[in-house]
């Protein structure tokens, strides 16, 4: 069996620059990805033939992002008990609070982890997609936890500038 990884999938080739912030976090961790673009609406058959394929060669989480309508996470959390989750696009006249309803509200049963809207939700994905993973992964656990001191480290480095620059003033 290959290494497993996480498949990201997006409802149009316009949802990647935004997406691409899920990479990136991804890459960052060294975890194995697909990525490949399939809709709820235009091409069912072919998302739940994906789906399936994904799941029997080891796919853990998948990312699913998608706007306006954004069935893309339900319908994949329809086919697999693996971990979803879902990133709305901030398209469309309403920006992204359609496809935050529409990814979000998932009868019972069927769940769908849903991020904020738009990149920083896609890094977040990424992020948690790293998070889920880790729970069966020690050496990514550690990577995880390393990632979150850094981070603390810049808003810590962040704050002592702040207070000498008021200090200065």
Known sequence: MSKPFVAVLMGSDSDLPTMQATLDVLKTFNIQFEAKVTSAHRTPAATHAYVTDAEARGCKVFICAAGLAAHLAGAVAGITTRPVIGVPIDCGPLQGHDALLS???MPGGVPVATVAIGSAGAKNA??????M???ADDVLALKVKEERAISAEAVQAKDAKLQEKLANA
């Open 103 to 105: 990814t979000v509200m």
């Open 133 to 135: 993973l880790a729970v």
């Open 126 to 131: 990424g992020y948690l997609a790293a998070q």
